[in-house]
């Protein structure tokens, strides 16, 4: 819809304005479920393509090579969350709401102006990285012989992943999910490969991995640039208004410290437990976490489609369909993660076994860990509201908090309940942080994310469980067995169950109404 909106704005001259909608309407909530099932969709190619790059780092570079390559890759990953200078964020919102206004010819500017800031900063820090590259790796203990270069090319990839981002934010705030997938899900992995492949044909070295990491951020980079020009080509570029800059400043400069938390927040327990817990202990709990965040997957993909229809809605007052919009989407992700919370709930030890039998011990942590997840997706997307509505302060005060208590708690419990006292800083910290910013929501935006058809997921949850807890204790066999037995069974009666006592009757006849306009279509 946004996009057919674009050019026929574009189609009638560059200064035309579009009259802005007022009113969500059923479009939107089926703009976000595509741009949904996009994201999902680029998450599993995402999934496929790091599991081949670790196939071929296993197997060229050994475990050693491999360890160094990944901490490499993943510290430059997270240094950009904060070389971004909060850009990434900031332009969503600026494009989502001059899109929702008619304003076209504004966006140019202020994205152009967002880029170069996210480029100099990353670069800056780059810079600063590769001039003090031997410091970097005796704090990250890469040995001498494996890591020759790494950090340089790192460094050298820094200013392109972060501009990367940024243009991928622009066509995000039109509401477009699609160059996000292309890019950063599916192209950037694959590329990685591809370029690794062909790297260790000529040298089988860490820092030829790393270097193609970074080369693919250059292509990933150049493609998000045509992305952005080809959805804006045709607009006018009017200069930014007096006091625009300082505004947006304003907004993003919280964002980078809170961008860089939000990703130590989910490994903070982690490098804790690294001082009290033997290396085994530490390996069991770290496959418990990944584990326990397949969780939040459905949750980021809608929160990311959402987001800048949060920012369009706020700005021209339309809370009510804002409110409706939240309750809904809340309701939806729960729906959707409801069973893989229960699979992993019912048979822990199973799903461990899929890292392997020496996992198994980890199952006490991971139940502790899914209750934290529980109530991060039972809140919705309360902490990108709170980003799109302007209110990045807090944002920054409840990361920086949740840090702090995750640090204190993981001290005071890893010492003595080892990966249980982990798990139990990681839940206490994610249900605190989500439950702070609720309240946030709710004060400064005046919407939740609860109302009665909420209750509709109790049935189909209560009988799903029951026929996997049944299966799970009566079926023989392997783990995989049990592990996809009850799987199946759960989910097929999941689905039933909701179908007959989930939906409410709007969605009743919007179901019957996609089903009977699919059974048209044309074969």
């Known amino acids: 819809m946004t996009s057919r909106r674009n050019h026929r704005a574009r189609s009638s001259g560059s200064r035309a304005v579009a009259t802005p909608r007022t009113a969500t309407g059923g479009g939107d909530y089926l703009s976000i479920l595509s741009g949904t099932s996009q994201n999902v969709a680029g998450i599993v190619v995402a999934a496929l393509a790091t599991l081949a790059a670790q196939l071929v780092m296993t197997h060229t570079l050994g475990r050693e090579g491999f360890g160094v390559v990944t901490v490499i890759t993943q510290a430059l990953f997270v240094a950009s969350f904060a070389t971004r200078a909060g850009m990434d964020m900031a332009v969503v919102r600026e494009v989502a709401v001059e899109a929702g206004m008619g304003r076209w010819d504004r966006m140019r500017a202020t994205v152009g102006r967002a880029v170069l800031i996210a480029g100099v900063v990353s670069t800056l820090v780059a810079v600063a990285v590769y001039a003090a590259a031997d410091t970097v790796r005796s704090l990250f203990s890469v040995p001498p012989e494996l890591g020759d270069r790494v950090v340089e090319v790192a460094a050298f990839g820094l200013p392109f992943l972060a501009v990367t981002n940024v243009w991928l934010s622009a066509t995000r705030g039109l509401k477009i999910m699609r160059y996000t997938l292309y890019v950063f899900w599916a192209g950037q992995p694959v590329m990685w490969v591809l370029l690794m492949v062909a790297g260790f044909s000529w040298s089988k070295t860490t820092w030829v991995a790393v270097l193609a990491y970074s080369l693919s951020w250059v292509i990933a980079t150049f493609a998000s640039v045509s992305f952005w020009r080809r959805e804006s080509r045709g607009w006018d570029t009017t200069p930014m208004e007096p006091g625009a800059m300082s505004k947006l400043m304003r907004y993003a400069g919280p964002r980078a410290p809170a961008a860089l ?28 976490l990944r584990a326990g965040q397949v969780l939040v997957l459905f949750l980021t993909s809608v929160s990311l489609m959402f987001s800048p229809y949060v920012a369009d809605l706020h700005n021209r007052g339309e809370r009510e369909r804002l409110d409706k919009l939240f309750k809904t989407l809340t309701r939806w992700t729960m729906a959707a993660t409801l069973p893989i919370f229960l699979v992993l709930a019912v048979a822990p030890e199973s799903a461990l076994r899929i890292f392997g039998g020496e996992f198994v011990g980890g199952q006490t942590a991971l139940l502790i860990l899914l209750a934290g997840q529980f109530v991060n997706i039972a809140t919705g997307s309360v902490g990108f509201i709170l980003i799109m509505v302007g209110r990045t302060g807090w944002d920054l005060v409840v990361y920086a908090c ?5 640090l204190t708690l993981a001290l005071i419990l890893c010492p003595r309940y080892g990966i249980e006292g982990a798990a139990i800083a990681n839940a206490v910290t994610f249900g605190v942080s989500n439950i702070a910013r609720l309240v946030l929501v709710r004060r400064f935006v005046k919407i939740s994310p609860y109302e009665r058809d909420y209750a509709r997921l109790i049935p189909p949850a209560a009988l799903a469980f029951g026929v996997m807890w049944l299966v799970h204790r009566g079926i023989g066999g392997t783990w995989w067995i049990d592990l996809l037995v009850t799987t199946v069974t759960g989910l097929v009666t999941y689905v039933l169950a909701f179908l007959a006592l989930g939906l409410t009757a709007k969605e009743r006849t919007g179901l019957a109404r996609l089903v009977a306009k699919v059974r048209k279509r044309p074969a």
């Open 402 to 406: 949740s840090l702090v208590v995750s």
């Open 261 to 288: 938390f939000s990703q130590l927040l989910f490994w903070t327990d982690l490098f804790v437990l690294t001082r009290y817990a033997s290396d085994a202990e530490v390996g069991v709990y770290s496959a418990a």
